[in-house]
């Protein structure tokens, strides 16, 4: 019995320490210091998909959900029943958040932050539940693995 309670309290305590890192990774690399993330969206790229997510959240707030919109067309408003989405579990992890903070700007910064949180929490979760049988000495190959993949996934699209 205090063997399992023992090693509970390890993967509890693995799980808090990926949050603690990824959220001061996250604070010193994206450099949140001086970031108002009530007021401001953060523009992740140029343009393209941070752009749609922004319409996307703040078409919620103003509208209860992504299919209408009373701000957009003529008479009647917008109606997006043919655009469909392959999103919908995303689609309504925002609406819950902007239920929950009343504000589309802030919802849309949380919705991009926990990204990290829940990729980090999924990771460690992969590694410790089902990888830690593979020792150290086999982790420099599963590195070196995921490397040339990177490598042939930039250099494939390279010259397409």
């Given at each position: 019995m205090k063997a399992e309670t023992g090693k509970r309290v390890q993967q509890v305590a693995g799980y808090v320490f990926v949050i603690l890192v990824t959220g001061i990774l996250l604070y010193r690399l994206l450099g949140l210091s001086g970031l108002d993330i009530v007021r401001y969206p953060i523009n992740y790229s140029s343009g393209g998909d941070s752009w749609t997510g922004m319409a996307t959240v703040k078409s919620m707030a103003d509208n209860?959900?992504?299919?209408?919109?009373?701000?957009?067309?003529?008479?009647?408003?917008?109606?997006y029943y043919d655009a469909t989405t392959m999103e919908l579990v995303l689609n309504a992890m925002e609406q819950v958040l902007v239920w929950i903070t009343g504000n589309w700007v802030l919802a849309f910064n949380l919705f991009y932050f926990s990204g990290y949180f829940l990729a980090g929490v999924t990771a460690y979760y992969a590694f410790y539940m089902h990888l830690h049988h593979i020792t150290w000495q086999g982790l420099p190959v599963i590195c070196f693995w995921?490397?040339?993949s990177w490598f042939q996934s930039w250099y494939s699209s390279c010259f397409r």
């Open positions: 209860g959900w992504i299919y209408n919109n009373a701000f957009l067309g003529a008479p009647d408003g917008a109606k995921e490397c040339t």
